[in-house]
């Protein structure tokens, strides 16, 4: 399973789109206008495209994006999405690693959307994940929504939102259909009654 285009279009909702390296903390005008230099002092974190992290304790792009800061040149559209295809599967791998049961493809791009804010080692993510292997989904719903609502200690409006968007995505196209598995039990049956069908009549 991967992130869904609709799932694509519910994170670029929230994180915006910004063709120059912009503090994503800032307004949307100041964000349109992006960063001076990576050097620049920032209310959150030097960020570009959709959502793509520049620099952080745990990243350092500066130099790859060095082009484009304000005075630079601006990331086209499809360099944009490029770049978000390319860091994607980072965020899906606890999913893929740590999901055992089948879920919905609503459920899957809620949890990937937590993951890409939150970050995949995020305790909210970690909880929604095992809610979901025990089939306990609005529970794990419920773990989503209390995934994190804070940046640099203050309480954002956007992430309540969003926490509050993706626990409502999630449950938006209701439990995985156990369908699957019961064609595969009828199957079985149907072939088990074909063969003892069969020595009867020899």
Not at 151 to 170: D, I, M, T, W
């Amino acid at each position: 399973m991967k992130l869904s285009k609709k799932g694509f279009e519910f994170i670029e909702s929230f994180e915006g789109s910004f063709p120059k390296v912009y503090d994503d903390l800032a307004s949307t005008s100041t964000k349109r206008m992006g960063m001076i230099s990576c050097d620049s002092p920032v209310v959150g974190t030097p960020t570009i495209g959709i959502g793509h992290v520049v620099k952080a304790s745990w990243r350092n792009e500066c130099d790859r994006f060095a082009n484009n800061f304000r005075d630079g040149v601006p990331l086209t559209k499809k360099q944009m999405y490029d770049l978000f295809q390319e860091t994607i599967p980072t965020y899906e791998r606890p999913l893929r690693e740590k999901l055992k049961v089948p879920v919905t493809q609503a459920m899957w791009d809620a949890m990937v959307s937590l993951s890409f804010n939150a970050g995949p080692n995020s305790s909210a993510l970690k909880n929604a994940i095992e809610f979901s292997n025990q089939k306990k989904w609005k529970e794990a719903s419920q773990a989503i929504a209390n995934g994190p609502i804070k940046s640099k200690g203050k309480v954002l409006q956007g992430l309540v939102r969003r926490r509050n968007a993706e626990a409502e995505l999630f449950l938006s196209q209701g439990a995985p259909s156990p369908l699957p598995h019961i064609i595969l039990v009828s199957s079985v049956a149907l072939l088990l009654g074909s063969i003892i069908y069969t020595q009867v009549k020899k």
